[in-house]
């Protein structure tokens, strides 16, 4: 099984690289149950995934992604009708590391925006943007699953 070595940030300000970035439209939820967290998610409507995530150590944990039909990540979302995240990506390279910028939607504009590093060791050396503010890596908060149940039932 791979290994997920991450690290998630609140932003201070929007990154000004993101005028000048592309962007993926991003659909995910998780399916329902008291276990490992199971992601679909569906990128700009043409590719989709099923990742299974496993429990966080410090900054790792097991993931497990395989590309699935579109149309069944559809219907995997129709059938257990979990709450669902919608979130434009970005991508900023920022001292040669790939940061992944999300602005997650909500329905009452209260969106948030989270940037998240993916480290090759949990011991990697990591400069801190000047827009990124505090870390939330360990605050379930911002686990996306949380924020999704949060956000988008109503709460």
């Keep these: 099984m791979a290994k997920e070595i991450e690290r998630k940030f609140l932003l201070k300000t929007i990154p000004p690289e993101i005028a000048h970035c592309d962007s993926q439209l991003v659909y995910q939820s998780y399916l329902p149950g008291d276990y490992h967290p199971v992601r679909v998610r569906i990128i700009d409507g043409a590719r989709a995934f099923l990742t299974v995530k496993g429990e966080r150590e410090n900054f790792t944990r097991d993931e497990e992604e395989t590309q699935i039909p579109v149309k069944a990540a559809k219907m995997l979302l129709g059938a257990f009708h979990t709450p669902l995240i919608i ?62 149940s949060r956000t988008f039932e109503g709460d």
């Design 87 to 148: 979130k434009t990506r970005y991508i900023i390279y920022y001292d040669n590391i790939m940061w992944t910028i999300d602005h997650i939607h909500t329905p009452d504009d209260e969106d948030v925006w989270l940037a998240e590093v993916e480290l090759s060791s949990e011991d990697q050396e990591l400069s801190i943007p000047d827009w990124v503010a505090n870390e939330v890596t360990h605050d379930k908060n911002y686990y996306n699953e949380v924020i999704a």
